[in-house]
C-alpha cells in the first residue's frame, strides 16, 4: 500500500468526495459522433482510452471496451455492462484529465496484456486537489474488424501486498 494512495478506485473515489456525476470541463472538445477512431494496434488503446476520457465524451469510451469487458476497480471485484460504464463515469465526472504511459505490451495474436501507468492529478470544481495514481494490467483482444478494445481494465492492477487465492 501506498501512503496517502487509495486502495482501489472505488477508495479512491470515496477518498475524493466525489459523489453525483457531473458534466466534464472542457466539452468543446467533445467529438461529434463517428468521427472518433479505435486502436489499430494494442499499444494504441490507452491513449485512446485517454483521448476519450478526456473528451468527457461517456458513450465514446465505452466503444473502447468490447462487449462483456469486465472492470476491475478493485481487487476482488468486477464490474461489466452499465456497472463498468457508471464507474468510468464517476472518475469523468472528477473533470479532470487522464494521463496513461504504457510500460509493457505482451501480444499473442489476437490478445494482448497491457501494463499502463495513469494519472489523474488537478483540483476538482470544488478547489480539492485530486492526485488518483495506478498501474494497470489490462488485457486487449483485437475484434472482427481488427480494432482493439478492452476486454479486462484493471487499473489497480494487483499490489505486492494483496492477498492472493
Given at each position: 500500500?501506498?501512503?496517502?494512495?487509495?486502495?482501489?478506485?472505488?477508495?479512491?473515489?470515496e477518498?475524493?468526495?466525489?459523489?453525483?456525476?457531473?458534466?466534464?470541463?472542457?466539452?468543446?472538445?467533445?467529438?461529434?459522433?463517428?468521427?472518433?477512431?479505435l486502436?489499430?494496434?494494442p499499444?494504441?488503446?490507452?491513449?485512446t482510452f485517454?483521448?476519450r476520457?478526456?473528451?468527457?465524451?461517456?458513450?465514446?469510451?465505452?466503444?473502447?471496451?468490447?462487449?462483456?469487458a469486465?472492470?476491475v476497480p478493485?481487487?476482488?471485484?468486477?464490474?461489466t455492462?452499465?456497472?463498468?460504464?457508471a464507474a468510468?463515469g464517476?472518475?469523468?465526472?472528477?473533470?479532470?484529465?487522464?494521463t496513461?504511459?504504457?510500460?509493457?505490451?505482451y501480444?499473442?495474436?489476437?490478445?494482448?496484456l497491457?501494463?499502463?501507468?495513469?494519472?489523474?492529478?488537478?483540483?476538482?470544481?470544488?478547489?480539492?486537489?485530486?492526485?488518483?495514481?495506478?498501474?494497470?494490467?489490462?488485457?486487449?483482444r483485437?475484434g472482427?474488424?481488427g480494432?482493439?478494445r478492452?476486454?479486462v481494465?484493471?487499473?489497480?492492477?494487483?499490489h505486492?501486498?494483496?492477498?492472493?487465492?
Amino acid at each position: 500500500m501506498h501512503p496517502g494512495r487509495p486502495a482501489g478506485l472505488a477508495a479512491a473515489i470515496e477518498h475524493t468526495g466525489l459523489g453525483e456525476v457531473r458534466q466534464p470541463v472542457g466539452q468543446d472538445l467533445v467529438r461529434q459522433r463517428g468521427q472518433w477512431q479505435l486502436a489499430e494496434r494494442p499499444e494504441d488503446v490507452p491513449a485512446t482510452f485517454a483521448e476519450r476520457f478526456n473528451s468527457g465524451d461517456a458513450e465514446a469510451v465505452a466503444e473502447v471496451y468490447e462487449s462483456g469487458a469486465v472492470f476491475v476497480p478493485e481487487p476482488g471485484t468486477s464490474l461489466t455492462g452499465q456497472d463498468l460504464h457508471a464507474a468510468n463515469g464517476r472518475f469523468m465526472g472528477l473533470g479532470l484529465p487522464i494521463t496513461v504511459r504504457p510500460r509493457h505490451v505482451y501480444t499473442a495474436g489476437d490478445i494482448a496484456l497491457l501494463i499502463v501507468d495513469w494519472v489523474i492529478d488537478g483540483v476538482d470544481r470544488d478547489g480539492r486537489p485530486v492526485h488518483i495514481e495506478g498501474t494497470a494490467t489490462d488485457v486487449a483482444r483485437r475484434g472482427q474488424d481488427g480494432r482493439w478494445r478492452y476486454a479486462v481494465d484493471s487499473p489497480c492492477g494487483v499490489h505486492a501486498d494483496t492477498p492472493t487465492g
